[in-house]
């Protein structure tokens, strides 16, 4: 079956482009376009798509509101943020509520077809490691305050040591290999961090190690 997709985006070259883009690649079906925010949640409501390529900067509803609304409305689809990268708070507050990654407004396309069949199947789009590098740029642009652990109250020992190997950017197997564990064991503990903290995507459990205090901006240098 192919995969739905929704462009989003102010500019109509960009729409247009992607749109393109997108009607090109085998298995995928690029289904509608949105001008803005208003528009993109109207249309999620009426074509039910996979994936939403979604700007941030728009007219009426931004590309923030506009993924908390479709992701509240049918959280089984995947929002994609497009960004220059240049605004990290927008992105950091994206991945905060529920959007699958980012990509770049510049990514050649093949890479914005394959961004695309990834967050489709419910894979990861954005390496931890990437995410971590934005949220400690926010973090210490805007000098967040942390309080240790106040977020945590309900994990074990061993799941608050997962998340604070999650917010260092770390994979599953990285985190195995540091336990001493299975990675099968890995991924049943980041399964239940994430379902006590209301995760669903790994990019917002970085987030929350940061906001926990688990991991301080400046501190996590893991690289890939």
Do not use: C, W
């Not at 995507?201 to 893991?222: F, K, M």
């Amino acid at each position: 079956m192919a995969v739905r997709v929704l462009v989003v985006d102010d500019q109509y070259l960009v729409r247009h482009a992607l749109m393109a883009l997108l009607n090109a690649a085998p298995g995928i079906d690029p289904v509608g376009e949105a001008s803005d925010g208003e528009q993109a949640v109207a249309l999620v409501a009426d074509l039910a798509p996979d994936v939403v390529l979604m700007d941030i900067k728009m007219p009426v509803m931004d590309g923030l509101s506009a993924t908390r609304r479709i992701l509240a409305m049918r959280p089984e689809t995947q929002v994609v943020v497009l960004t220059t990268f240049d605004i990290p708070e927008y992105v950091y507050t994206a991945l905060t509520d529920g959007a699958a990654g980012f990509i770049m407004k510049d990514t050649p396309p093949d890479r914005i077809i394959a961004a695309v069949r990834t967050v489709a199947i419910g894979e990861m789009l954005i390496s931890p490691a990437i995410t971590l590098r934005l949220v400690q740029t926010y973090a210490q642009r805007h000098r967040v305050e942390l309080q240790a652990n106040t977020r945590l109250p309900d994990l074990t020992p061993r799941e608050t040591e997962i998340l604070r190997l999650l917010g260092t950017g770390s994979t599953n197997e990285e985190i195995a290999n540091q336990l001493a564990i299975s990675e099968a064991t890995v991924k049943t503990h980041v399964k239940h961090t994430m379902r006590k903290l209301n995760l669903t995507t790994r990019a917002q459990a970085v987030v929350a190690a940061y906001e926990s205090g688990l991991v301080i901006p400046g501190s996590a240098a893991h690289g890939g």
